[in-house]
């Protein structure tokens, strides 16, 4: 009796000091934000170790190492983005958490739930394909109106694709068919995406959610000739106007224009973008490694951020975040803060017609003269669009430099 007595507190004891995890559980995860309508939000993320995270969406990875424990508290920064989630932590889980942009104010409630791997659960046996071209017409709640093209592809439940529009693409979508229903998201730290609709062999109809703070709905056919209007013919120089300038300051607080001498007689491509912003992201990656492979030639490059960070400090916050992650080596100007209007931006740049896209680039050859705009950027999600898109900019960028 005694031996078994001695057993039996031996085990309360270890029953009872069951090991307590200081840091995220190893494994995977599902992420669901609360948008509109009820709606929820999935997207995929594995815990790799204390201090790494991956987010997944279809083939893009995105390696998150910024992670804080606080006392009962955990926040989670992205990479390059502001917006970061923050909430109670406990054993290894995570409790009233939010994904949070405080520059303008928006908060979204999140949840996570460990050992689950599928984005959305799967259901009813899908009854459509949908992979393919489709031609698609959106509408706000303002009754404005814009035009996409979405790409898909489909194997069993699960679709992936990407959709096209005139002011660049929203980058890695996934999600499922689930009887005639479809649902696919995209979560990249910046910008949380998910679109919901009812199919058929030929068409669609939904909804798509921005965070919980917009809300368009849509309606596709399939059209497998559908193109959107070419980016290059959609920004161009007003009438008056034969010359792009700009003045804005560096982080040192030094002003440059574009008769600066490190400008003078060479190829400049002014990018106008925000570092908030996935497109320009994408864009910066391809931008970056191009002028390091040809700096060393008449090229030049210089951007021109509008940011909507409420400060200076904390918009050059941003954008030096920027350059260090993706090692930008030409000069970021501070356009703007506190707005990412696309209106208030053109009346900085009135030469322009309007700036209807974060990101858009002006081409100027080695006389100063405009000779291409181009308005978006349609990233490594679009696939052969890409492709196309880095043979057409080198061709274009070794003529002007061969002039």
Request: aromatic share 14%.
């Amino acid at each position: 009796m005694r031996y078994l007595m001695y057993f039996l507190v031996i085990f309360l004891f270890t029953s009872c000091a069951k090991e307590e995890h200081t840091t995220l559980m190893q494994g995977n995860y599902r992420a669901l934000l609360e948008v509109q309508d009820g709606e929820l939000l999935a997207f995929n993320f594995k815990v790799r170790n204390d201090s790494m995270i991956e987010i997944y969406n279809a083939e893009e990875v995105i390696v998150v190492d910024d992670i804080v424990y606080a006392n009962d508290s955990i926040r989670i920064n992205f990479p390059v983005y502001e917006g970061y989630i923050a909430g109670k932590f406990s054993d290894g889980k995570i409790s009233d958490a939010q994904y949070i942009k405080e520059s303008l104010d928006r908060y979204v409630p999140f949840k996570a739930e460990f050992d689950k791997s599928d984005r959305f659960d799967k259901g009813k046996t899908p009854e459509v394909d949908v992979g393919g071209i489709w031609e698609m017409l959106f509408t706000e709640d303002d009754g404005n109106t814009f035009i996409a093209k979405g790409i898909f592809k489909q194997e069993g439940h699960i679709v992936s694709g990407t959709i096209r529009t005139t002011t660049g693409d929203y980058r890695y979508l996934e999600g499922i068919v689930d009887g005639n229903a479809l649902k696919f998201s995209a979560f990249d730290g910046a910008h949380a995406f998910l679109f919901t609709a009812e199919t058929t062999d030929s068409g669609m109809e939904g909804y798509f959610y921005s965070g919980n703070h917009y809300k368009a709905s849509f309606r596709a056919n399939r059209n497998a000739d559908y193109e959107l209007p070419h980016e290059d013919t959609l920004t161009f120089l007003n009438e008056g106007y034969d010359k792009f300038a700009f003045a804005f300051p560096d982080a040192e607080g030094r002003v440059l224009t574009l008769d600066d001498a490190r400008f003078k007689d060479k190829v400049v491509l002014v990018q106008i973008m925000g570092s908030w912003c996935p497109n320009c992201l994408d864009e910066s990656k391809y931008y970056a490694q191009y002028y390091r492979d040809h700096k060393d030639e008449d090229l030049e490059f210089v951007a021109l951020a509008f940011e909507y960070a409420k400060t200076k400090e904390k918009a050059f916050n941003g954008i030096n975040r920027l350059k260090e992650r993706l090692d930008i080596e030409y000069p970021i100007l501070l356009a703007q803060i506190g707005s990412s209007s696309k209106t208030k931006a053109q009346e900085k740049l009135p030469m322009l017609n309007h700036v209807l896209s974060y990101p858009t680039t002006i081409f100027i050859d080695k006389k100063g003269e405009v000779r291409k705009i181009h308005t978006g950027f349609n990233g490594p999600a679009t696939g052969e669009k890409y492709v196309a898109f880095q043979k057409e900019f080198d061709d274009f960028v070794k003529k002007l430099l061969n002039e």
